[in-house]
C-alpha cells in the first residue's frame, strides 16, 4: 500500500544519507566498524534499525488486513477488526520510531544542548550511578514507641 505518505522509510533514509554525507550502507558499516567512534550515528543507525523493523511489521498487517477485507461480505467481523486494530498499532510504533530518528538528526533540539545534553548522554551510556531525587521513603525504627515516650515527667 506505499503512497506518498507511507514513504517514511525512505524519506527519513534521506536525512540520514544528506546529515553524514553518505550512503545508509557506508553509514552502516562504518558504525559496526567502530561503534564508539560517532555515538550519534550509531544512535541515529539503531533506531533506523527499529524504524525499518516496525514498517516490516506495519507492511504485514496491511497485507493481512488487505486480504481479510478483500474476502468479507459488507460488514467486518471481529476478527478483521482485530487486524484492523494491528495496522493502527503498527502505524503508531512505527511513527514513533520515526518521531525518535528525526530527534536524533536535529541538532538544533533544545533537550540536545547544555546541561540536558550531559543528562542525556550519561543515561544512555548507563553512567547514572544513583537517582538524583530519593526513590524509597527514608528508614524508620523498627519498633513503637514506649507509650510513655514524649510525656514530660511528673514530680
Known amino acids: 500500500m506505499p503512497d506518498g505518505a507511507d514513504d517514511v522509510m525512505g524519506i527519513i533514509t534521506e536525512q540520514v544519507e544528506a546529515r553524514f554525507d553518505m550512503s545508509f550502507a557506508e553509514l552502516q558499516r562504518a558504525v559496526t566498524a ?3 567512534a560517532n555515538r550519534e550515528a550509531t544512535e541515529i543507525v ?9 514498517q516490516q511489521l506495519l507492511e504485514k498487517a496491511e497485507d493481512e488486513l488487505v486480504a481479510v477485507l478483500e474476502s468479507q461480505p ?5 476478527p478483521a477488526m482485530e487486524k484492523a ?4 498499532t503498527a502505524v503508531a510504533a512505527r511513527d514513533g520510531r520515526a518521531m525518535v530518528v528525526r530527534w536524533l538528526l536535529d541538532p538544533a533540539v533544545p533537550e540536545k544542548q547544555g546541561l540536558a545534553s ?6 544512555s ?14 528508614t524508620r525504627a523498627a519498633t513503637a514507641p514506649h507509650p510513655g ?7
Open 118 to 123: 550531559e543528562r542525556l548522554a550519561r543515561l
Open 34 to 36: 567502530a561503534p564508539q
Open 74 to 78: 459488507d460488514e467486518l467481523d471481529d
Open 46 to 54: 539503531h533506531w533506523h534499525g527499529k524504524l525499518a523493523e516496525s
Open 125 to 138: 551510556r548507563g553512567a547514572r550511578r544513583s537517582p538524583a531525587v530519593q526513590t524509597s521513603p527514608p
Open 85 to 88: 486494530h494491528r495496522v493502527n
Open 149 to 155: 515516650a514524649g510525656r514530660g515527667v511528673r514530680r
